[in-house]
């Protein structure tokens, strides 16, 4: 189908600039990158991802001081003992497996 409908929008300078490197590198022009997306949309009837605001968001440990360091190394640490992690081979085997890659 002969594309011939614009779009134009306004989104933050920093990050059309970051997302626009990835799909450089990638090889993906950003108007195929928009295409993509709005043919999920439509194929999803909606947003193709969930749009939430996360339950915990990730700790930066550069901005902890020595004690917090430690209550989130402990947290990880009682995580391991209780089975609920997982090791790298697995996670990566699951990323390969999910992905087809």
Do not use: C, W
Request: proline share 5%; aromatic share 6%.
């Amino acid at each position: 189908m002969a594309k011939s409908a614009n779009l134009y929008a306004r989104i933050e300078p920093e990050v059309k600039e970051q997302a626009e490197k990835i799909l450089s590198t990638l090889g993906i022009p950003a108007s195929n990158a928009i295409n993509m997306f709005y043919k999920q949309i439509i194929l999803h009837r909606g947003l193709p991802f969930e749009v939430k605001i996360p339950d915990r968001t990730p700790t930066d440990i550069s901005m902890l001081g020595t004690e917090e360091l430690h209550a989130e190394l402990e947290k990880g640490y009682v995580d391991m003992k209780a089975g609920r992690t997982k090791d790298a081979k697995t996670v990566f085997a699951d990323i390969r497996k999910d992905y087809s890659l």
